[in-house]
Every structure is written in C-alpha cells, then in structure tokens.
C-alpha cells in the first residue's frame, strides 16, 4: 500500500467513532480479534510495531567534529604552513595541540554518554491480545492495526487503542500530556475537538495503567502513534548555535581578517624597503602565526570541562561542551511543574469537616506534619499539636474514611517515603498518619468485608467494614500520644476492639458524587445534623481557587448481617464526613532557585499539561508571575493566537496549561524570536520536540523517558528546578573565566605580533623566535591559564541581570583591556630585549631575558586578575575579604616558574629553543621589570573589572 494511503489509515478520528465504525474502518472483531492470516498481512503492510530507529553518530565521526571549530582552522592552517616551510617540530606541535582539544571533548562527551546510559532502564514490553477468539502473549513489536489488545494493571500501553471495555481502568499518561495524576478511562463517544489530554477513551503509546483493566483495539503502531509523530517533530528542529559558537564564529573571523591585515601591511612595507619577496613571506607567517593564540582553544575546552564537573557535582550532566556557557547566558527558563518545581508526592493541605477549616503542615508521604484550625493557638499547638483532631470526631471520622477506603500503601527506603499504588490514596494515608492514626490496627478493629472499586461513570470508590456504631454516638478519640481510643474497648492480649452493633460503609469520591447521595453531615461533637450543600460548596471552590483537588468522604452504617455492596447500597442515605484537598506542593529549594534567577534577571515561565487552576495555584505559590499576574494561559487560547501575535502574548504570561507538544515548540520558537536565550526543562514525549528546539533543552533523569533525555543538552540527575539555578550560577562563572583567560592569553599574542611587527618595520633584529613564540602560546599559556578556570564564583554572579544574547565577545572594554596590556608586554620584550643586547652582545641572553620578563610581568597580572589578586586589593584598602579555592593558581605559578627555570637553564632547551641560562641577579632583573604590570592592571581593572 502507498504511504499515503497508509497514513489516511491511521489518520481518523477513532474517539469519535462508535464501537461499529470502529470494527468496520479496521475490519476486525469486537471479542475474536483477528486470524493469523490477516495479522501476517498487515504486517507485511505497516511494518513492525516500532519507532524508526535514528542512528547515532559513530565514533571516528563525532571525535572528527571536534575539529569543527573555526579557532582550530586557523590553527590546522597555520600548522600546515608550518609543514610546508618544512619546520616539521612547529607543525607538529600546533598539530598536537588541535589533536589533543579534539580528544578532552571527545572523552568529556562520551563520559556523558555513560552516564546518561546508566540512568536509562531497559524494559522489555509484552501485549497481551486475543487472536481468533484465544488469548496470547505477544512481543508488542508484533502488533498490527486491529488487534484485540488487553490491559491490566501494571501493563504499558503497547500501542495507541481505542478502547471498547473498561473496569475501574486508570493510565498514567504524564510522559505524553503533562497529566500529572492517572486518567480515568472510559468508552464513552467523543467530540471531535476534544483536546489529546482529554481523550478519556483512547490509551496511547508508552503510558502506563495504574489500576483495573480494559480491552482496546489498535488504531496506530509504530511512527504513526502520537509517540511517533511527536519523535518526527523532534526531527523537524531547527540546528540552532549556541550563543557561546556565535561569538566564537564572530571572534575567529575578526582575529582573523586582524591577522591577515597586518601580515600583508608587513609584507607590502617589508617589500618596499628592498627585501626580497620570499624573506618577507617568511617574516608575515612568522607575524601570523605570533598573533594566533594556540593555547587559546585547549584553554577553552579545559575551562569547559571543568565546568562539567562542577555541574555534574550539583546533579547536571552535561551532553555538550557549549552547553556548559549557554545555561550561563539563559534570559529565560521554561519549566515543566510536576516533579520539577513541585514534589510530585500529593499532599493533603486542607480538610474541611464538622463545620471547622483545618490546615495540614508537611508535603510529600512522610508522615511529619500537624493538622490545626486557622484560630488553633500557638501555646495550644505546642501543647498537643493535633488538639483539634481530638477534639473533633468529624475530623476523626474523615481521616478514617480516607485511611480505611483506600487500596494503596506506603513504604519508605532509607528514609524516603513512597506510594505504592495511586498518589492521591497516598496523600489520604499520609494525613491520616499524621493525625497518629493506625492503619494495622484500624483494619484489625473494622476488616474490609467487600469494596466498589473507582469507575469514571460513578466517580466514587466504597468499601464495607465490620463493626462501626450507632448514628450519632460519638465517635472515638484519639489520645495525646495518637493511640487510638473507643467507647467499650477490649483490652484484652492489647487489642482495641469497636462495638460489633453495626457495619459501616465508607465512601470516598467527587464532591458531586458524594452530596447528591447525602442528607445529613456530623457536627463537631458527633452529632448528625442537616446538610448545607450551599456551604460545602463554598469550602469547595474555596479549596480549588488554591489549585488543590478536592475529595469528599461520607459513611453510612448497615446491618451486622450484610457482608456484600453494590451500587444501591450507596444511592442514599449517606453521612458526610468532610472534605480534603489536596496537591502536588512545590519543592521548598525550587521556590528558592526561582527567586534566585529572578533576582539575575532569568525570566521563569511554567509550561505544563496539567489544568490551569492547579498550575497557577503552584506559580502563585512559588512567586513565578509578572506584574503580579500568574493568570495561566491555555492550550485553547494559544491554539488562537497567530504567529505574528505568540511572540508579544508568550513574552507578556508566565504560565501555560493544558499545552500540547506543538504548542510547547511554538512556545520557544516565539521567545527566541523575540531574541530570548530559552532553557527548556522537561521529562515526558511531549516535552521531546521543545527540548531539541531550545539553546538549552534540559531533562529529567529520573522521571525522564529516553526520548527526552536523547533530546536534551542537559540531564538533571535529581530532577529539581534547584539544579537548573546551579546550571545558570555555573555557567555564568564559566563565561566570566573564559573572559579572564581571553583576556590573560590576548595580551601575549598582541604584544609578540607587535614586536615582531615593529622590528621587521625598523629592520632590526626579531627579539623573539618563532618557536619561541610557540612555548610562550602554548606551554605557558597553558600553564598559567588553565588555573583561572578553577576560579570559584563570584558573590555577585546571581545579583547581574543575564548578558544580551548580541552582546559580542570581546566588549569594548575588554578590548581596551587587550590593547593596553599587549602595549605593556610590546615594550618589556622590545626594551629588555634591545638593553641586554646593547649591553652585552648576546642575542640569545637578550631573547632569555626578554621572555622571562615577559613571563614575570604574566604572573602579576594572572595575580591581577584572580581573586587572590582581588581580595589582596580589598585587605589594602581595609575590607576583609575570604580567599577561596586559590590553590589552583598558585599550583598554575608554581608550574609556569620551574617551567621557565627549565627553558632557559637546561642545556638541552638552550638548544632546542635559542636560550641562554640566566645567573641570580638576571632573573630579579626580569623580576623587577614586570613590577609595573600590577599598576597598570590596577588601573585597568578600574574600568574594566572581570569578577
């Protein structure tokens, strides 16, 4: 079949189809499936069940794109001239340190390739399907259209289904909506404009059932489910650089149509004094290869490793090297909510029950915390703090529905609290242990005689307990220590025993479905009294105006001899108990992290597939607004907006809800159209085309499906919003050292250029060689620069506001910089060097000399520009300023002067490099003549300080 046909298959509106339309368009049977015959012609027809497998990129190849840096061209070419003047030592050694670039980012990017394996968990999916009226097992690579395909819990969805029977079915669909709690599914009829998260009888690709069980028949396989379709958005990306590539591109154009100007200015003026064309040929490459730093791409990608590890030791793993100083020049972070900026653990924080409010301290499934009214006194608090769940048997009676109509559990593992089973029956039991109450020992008192399991078309959940009591006899209390008390308690082998009078029903579930079957609530003391539904409401929509989910709880007692319910024993005459609302509460650190990079400028916008009520609830709650307005934004409304009007709408709103993975993409496409640097934080399917879009695609490496971690340029490995800040601290600290080494290496180049330069206009003698110049570019520039990028971060990197993305690298300040320190450094080499020559006639002392004062003046202005060098400054003025992390650049200081011992006093570098060994009182003369360079770097870090 064409492949358009094909795609006209799989492209219908399969919710909106009856269950008839549904067998007749995929030519199947409702309870037999299909026979053998037509599973083996489809699948020669569509394929196997699978994504389109995306080769990754081999090895010799990725380690050849290292190459793939214009500041290495210019060093490959410089190299190959080398080679072609036949000065073979020269060539070799540019050539091996291009090689050895090449291979720190090779080695950096694979050992974030392990680990983002190690976080990865291979799981082996089954389907099971009825073919010709018989139930198998299936590998789910062998699914076809059409297929019969049951669900269990426990089960991931093989593959999209329309679903046409459903029991109590929940599936956890968050990886492709942004959901955060499981779907009730059902097999009822759709419109055909209902939105994909709403989709309540469709069950797609890779979500995962949570409870009960359902039939469904296959509508998609392979690249044509939703999964498949968002993997070829992801493909659709735009190949966006990073601003750290831009600038670099920008900067090796212009340092080298700089260099290649002077060289031919050299060679014209050169020619013009009657030298022949071949010298002066010799003398401009010299010239070109003076002005490139060769150093200056190894320092680079050492300080960009080093600042991977810095990452990787805040729970950030790093894919590519650029990433590291992109996150540095984010102007705005586009979260995801669930598990990013809140726990992902429901938390009950309000209960209404017995006419009386309650707040609940606390988040996640641990059981600390304290439920108290909004009056409860604080010496009360301190005296008992769950006095008002004592005093309140309503309260008790609530807090027992939730614990006792409930089929999940927790567990904890080395101190951290779980669900097993669904998150919301996890916040009911974590509240009811917070009041102190037992479950073991509850369920001993009243065991579960029978239950009505959750479905979607009831919208509540009952179970039927032995034993209970009489209608308003008070209900029993708990002590001060959470000990459960009861009226005619038995003692006896230290059991508590309830009255055995009655059995009781305990119901949990939507406040509709509960309050149409009530006609009587419980007081504060016990006592039942007629039902307000006015004002039940009223505490409802107050609970959601706060985003919080809201259950409602009631009871109902019924003879010692009914050990059985269904549906009619609940239609009526029910006791409501209260209401409890519940989220999913931001993480404390995470509320910290926004502050934060809201006081450095960064923009936090929230993009969530959960509902808008819930999503401004939390930005509210965490301070992400503008203009005081955290409004959310929905799916629907952006679906309106053009193209031309997204841009200004996206920059104005914070949140976003109910968004679509098309929309996600939309989203950061307008922000970097309006020139935004944009960080995008996700964990599910949905988030995939959004994470390879924007300059900076974070994801999950918990929570995170491989599809978003093979998107992203980042990988957090805790899953927290606070690591993102420590990204954005880390790689703003990133950028300000390579400032520092651009502007420690520059200075050399520019001062040796000039040199040679005016040497060649004076026809007078090159003060300093060729390969000279390649030790001072190369070994000691190395030597003395890698340590700035152990700098540790500034008090005050958080407190700037983000750099403009058009900001160019070398800003005019810092070429001011540049040009003041390499005329310092012109005329240390060229005056040392013509004094010792004219004093002494040894050229080779006076190159020594030259070089070695060069070199003395580069250790007082790495001390110029380190923090050592800022907090001695800061002690002369009489501030007490705390030196850190300095023993990098003294470790830097003590390699440069045993390396400059060793290339002017061993025999074997006199040789090598032209030197001569120096006696005591030279080497305090070279000493002495880079003393300047401290007031002249005092004076330029006025203007231009690099902290």
């Known amino acids: 079949m064409q492949a358009q046909e094909t795609k006209a298959i799989f492209n219908q509106p399969w919710h909106e189809l ?28 569509f394929g196997a069940n699978e994504l389109t497998a995306k080769s990754g990129t081999h090895p010799i190849l990725r380690f050849l794109l290292q190459f793939h840096q214009p500041l290495l061209y210019i060093l490959l070419v410089a190299g190959a001239i080398k080679a072609f003047l036949a000065e073979w030592v020269n060539a070799g050694v540019i050539w091996g340190v291009t090689v050895i670039n090449a291979i720190i980012g090779f080695v950096q990017e694979s050992k974030a390739e392990n680990a983002i394996a190690a976080l990865a968990s291979s799981v082996q999916t089954d389907a099971t399907v009825v073919r010709e009226g018989v139930k198998q097992q299936i590998a789910s690579t062998e699914l076809v259209p059409g297929d019969l395909v049951l669900l269990a819990s426990g089960d991931k969805v093989p593959a999209d289904l329309r679903l046409i029977q459903v029991k ?36 797609y690709a890779g979500s995962f059932v949570t409870a009960g069980q359902g039939r469904g028949m296959v509508v998609a396989i392979g690249d044509q489910t939703e999964t498949g379709r968002i993997s070829q958005l992801i493909d659709q990306r735009t190949n966006l650089s990073t601003p750290l ?54 320092v680079v990608t050492i300080t960009l490793a080093i600042g991977v590890s810095r990452m990787a030791r805040r729970h950030v793993i790093v894919r590519k090297l650029p990433a590291v100083e992109t996150m540095g020049s984010t ?27 309650y707040r609940v301290t606390g988040s996640g499934y641990d059981p600390k915390g304290e439920i ?97 009591r009489e209608s308003g006899v008070r209900l029993p209390r708990a002590s001060a220590d959470g000990r459960w008390e009861a009226e005619g308690r038995n003692q006896e082998n230290g059991a508590i025993q309830l009255s055995q009078s009655l059995n009781t029903i305990y119901v949990k579930g939507s406040v509709e479905a509960i309050l ?15 039902l307000d539904p006015a004002e039940v409401h009223r505490q409802v929509d107050q609970m959601a105006a706060q985003g919080l989910r809201v259950l409602a709880f009631a009871s109902k007692s019924v003879p010692t001899t009914q050990d059985a319910i269904d549906h009619p024993d609940v239609a009526s005459d029910l006791v409501f108990l209260g209401l409890q609302g519940m989220i999913d509460p931001p993480r404390a650190e995470a509320i910290r992290a926004v502050r934060a990079c809201q006081t450095a400028g960064v923009q936090v916008k929230m993009i969530t597939g959960d509902h808008a009520a819930t999503a401004a609830a939390i930005a509210h709650q965490m301070g992400i607004q503008k203009h005081g307005d955290v409004k959310a934004l929905t799916g629907q409304e952006l679906a309106q907006l053009n193209d031309s009007e997204l841009p200004t709408v996206v920059e104005d709103r914070v949140v976003f809800a109910r968004v679509a993975p098309e929309q996600k993409l939309r989203l950061v496409e307008a922000l970097q159209a309006k020139g935004e640097v944009v960080a995008m934080t996700g964990d599910g399917v949905n988030d995939a085309p959004a994470l390879r879009q924007a300059d900076i695609g974070i994801a999950m490496g918990r929570a995170g499906t491989e599809v978003a971690k093979e998107a992203a340029d980042m990988i957090l490995t805790d899953d927290n919003f606070a690591s993102i800040e420590a990204a954005v601290e880390e790689g703003r600290t990133v950028y300000r050292n390579l400032l520092k080494a651009i502007a420690f290496i520059l200075p050399v180049n520019g001062g040796e250029s000039m040199t040679i330069l005016i040497s060649v206009l004076l026809a007078r003698e090159l003060p300093i060689l060729a390969l000279q110049v390649l030790w001072l570019n190369m070994v000691n520039s190395i030597a003395m620069t890698v340590p700035l990028a152990f700098e540790p971060k500034s008090e005050r990197v958080m407190q700037r506001p983000p750099r403009h993305p058009n900001q160019p690298l070398l800003s005019a300040n810092l070429l001011k910089r540049i040009l003041v320190i390499s005329v310092f450094n012109w005329i240390l080499i060229f005056g040392m060097f013509e004094w010792i020559r004219q004093t002494t006639g040894e050229v080779d002392l006076a190159r020594t000399m030259a070089i070695q004062a060069l070199v003395a003046g580069r250790i007082f202005y790495l001390l110029s520009i380190s923090q050592i060098g800022r907090a001695m400054a800061a002690r002369l003025r009489g501030q007490a300023v705390c030196i850190r992390d300095a023993g990098a650049i003294g470790l830097g200081i003590i390699a440069t002067v045993m390396l400059q011992v060793i290339f002017s006093q061993w025999s074997v570098m006199n040789a090598l490099f032209s030197t001569a060994p120096l006696n005591s009182m030279q080497w305090l003369i070279c000493l002495a003549a880079g003393l300047p360079m401290l007031l002249i770097a005092a004076g330029v870090n006025r203007f231009d300080p690099l902290d």
């Not at 269950?19 to 489809?42: C, D, F, I, P, W």
């Not at 779907?183 to 009888?201: D, F, H, Q, Y």
């Not at 149409?516 to 007081?523: A, E, L, N, V």
């Open 516 to 530: 149409q079957r009530c006609r009587q609530g419980m007081d504060q003391d016990g006592q039942l009294v007629g």
């Open 245 to 298: 590539t831009r600038k670099f591109d920008q900067f090796s154009r212009i340092l080298l149509y700089i260099i290649l100007a002077v060289a031919a200015f050299t060679f014209v003026v050169g020619l013009g004094y009657g030298n022949s064309w071949v010298t002066m040929f010799e003398a401009a490459v010299a010239l070109a290869v003076s002005a490139i730093p060769e150093g200056l791409p190894a």
């Open 331 to 357: 102007t705005v972070i586009c979260s995801d909510k669930t598990g990013t900026l809140t726990e992902n653990q429901m938390t009950v924080q309000a209960i209404y029950a017995g006419g009386e409010s």
């Open 372 to 468: 108290s009214a909004p009056h409860h006194s604080h010496e009360r608090a301190a005296a008992d703090p769950n006095s008002d769940f004592n005093a309140n048997p309503a309260l008790q009676a609530c807090l027992i529905a939730g614990l006792l109509c409930n089929d999940s559990h927790l567990t904890v593992k080395d101190g951290f609290w779980s669900v097993v089973g669904d998150p919301t029956e996890g916040a009911l039991l974590t509240v009811a242990n917070k009041a102190g109450l037992n479950r073991e020992e509850l369920e001993t008192q009243q065991p579960r005689l029978d239950s009505i399991p959750f479905e979607s078309e009831y919208q509540y959940m009952a179970t039927l307990h032995r034993g209970g």
């Open 168 to 203: 109590n079915l929940q599936i956890n669909e968050s990886a492709l909506t942004g959901e955060s709690l499981a779907v009730s599914k059902t097999t009822a009829i759709l419109a055909a404009e209902t939105p994909l998260a709403e989709r309540t009888n469709m069950a």
């Open 18 to 45: 009856s269950e008839q339309e549904l067998v007749q368009r995929l030519n199947t049977h409702l309870t037999k499936g299909l026979t053998s015959a037509e599973v083996q012609t489809r699948r020669q027809q």
